[in-house]
């Protein structure tokens, strides 16, 4: 398994394998689908459902054009598949046209916030039901803009201006920009700003990420993200850990919570076994508020953890299998953030999926 963890890794994660040529276009993507069964326990049990679940397939086209002087065109048009319904639509995910050089790389598009992409792949089940989105980052807004998915700080921003820097000894920093293009009738002007900065040599990955809403929930009223991220390969281990504080502005009050998350990964050849274990601390704030899966008060935390193991049939192609709990305090209403279930305050999920992932 790669020691290049953060940021080069996460385009073949989402995305399938890299680009390596120039002056050419490239078809990618990837199919990743489980079969799963899941069940709500407490205030609205039910029996076990089965059903089959997409986990963020994709279909793309991406490119390069020498333009000399060490200056590159780039460009990227990535789509949403479902295999599940046959569903989908041509420029839903990364989509991008840039130029690239020795000063760094610069695009506008629709793309993934540097400060979801610093530590997604320290992650073992992201995208699935699984994915810690349930806890950190209040949520996954798989596509989005400055109107909706408004608590959601795991997001890809429409409308949005990246600057990525060169690496200098193994630092780097990205940048964003969600351009104000919406005009809400509140008078309300949001906007996104994110940043992340990255350490990446060796075994060594580490993080610092910065988010800010600028109005979203009114006039005035910002909300921040701020994280740390980490992870150390060792051998075929790999350990890994996140911290993370949000931030809300309400009317009422200030809406604040802490979260954390911890995974290990250990490959053997084609053997690989998966550890994730997230948890949202309890909220503080005005006892009215809710914002997102975020509420102040006693019991309004949970727990989620997954254990899985995959088998890589080859390169390119893997069979996995996982379960997941997520365990909501007496007040928490935490929920799988793709593939929910519309649980209720208090429950506990329970999804097990077999599936297989093949990317081209």
């Not at 060169?166 to 002007?189: C, D, F, M, V």
């Not at 929930?217 to 350990?239: E, Y």
Request: net charge positive; charged share 15%.
């Amino acid at each position: 398994m790669t020691n290049k963890i953060l940021p080069t890794a996460l385009l073949g994660l989402l995305s399938g394998h890299a680009c390596t040529q120039d002056d050419a276009v490239q078809l990618y993507g990837r199919l990743n689908l489980g079969i799963e069964s899941v069940r709500l326990h407490g205030s609205n049990d039910g029996a076990a459902t089965p059903r089959l679940s997409n986990y963020r397939s994709v279909f793309g086209v991406r490119g390069s054009e020498d333009l000399g002087g060490s200056l590159k065109a780039i460009f990227q048009v990535e789509g949403t598949l479902s295999p599940d319904t046959g569903a989908g639509a041509i420029a839903a995910r990364d989509t991008r046209i840039g130029l690239q050089g020795r000063w760094g790389t610069l695009f506008g598009g629709n793309w993934t916030t540097p400060y979801t992409s610093a530590t997604a792949a320290l992650d073992p089940f992201y995208p699935t039901t699984a994915g810690y989105m349930s806890i950190m980052g209040n949520g996954s807004a798989s596509t989005s803009d400055n109107v909706i998915d408004t608590t959601s700080f795991d997001r890809r921003q429409r409308n949005s201006v990246h600057y990525w820097s060169p690496a200098w000894e193994g630092l780097s920093l990205r940048l964003a920009q969600g351009l104000n293009e919406e005009k809400p009738a509140n008078g309300a002007r949001p906007a996104l700003t994110s940043a992340a900065l990255v350490y990446e040599r060796g075994p060594l990955y580490a993080t610092a990420a910065w988010e800010r809403h600028h109005d979203y929930q009114g006039p005035g009223l910002n909300d921040t993200g701020a994280k740390l991220g980490a992870a150390w390969q060792f051998g075929h281990t790999r350990l890994a850990g996140v911290a993370e504080r949000l931030r809300y502005r309400t009317a009422a009050g200030t809406l604040a919570r802490s979260s954390y998350y911890v995974s290990v990964t250990h490959q053997l050849g084609a053997h690989g076994l998966r550890l994730g274990v997230a948890r949202a601390g309890d909220g503080s704030g005005p006892a009215n508020e809710r914002l997102g899966y975020l509420r102040a008060g006693p019991g309004t935390g949970a727990w989620h953890a997954t254990l899985g193991y995959e088998y890589a049939l080859s390169k390119r192609t893997s069979l996995f299998v996982f379960h997941s709990r997520l365990k909501n305090g007496s007040r928490g209403g935490y929920d799988f953030a793709i593939n929910g279930l519309d649980a209720a305050a208090g429950t506990r999920l329970d999804a097990t999926s077999s599936g297989m992932r093949l990317a081209f």
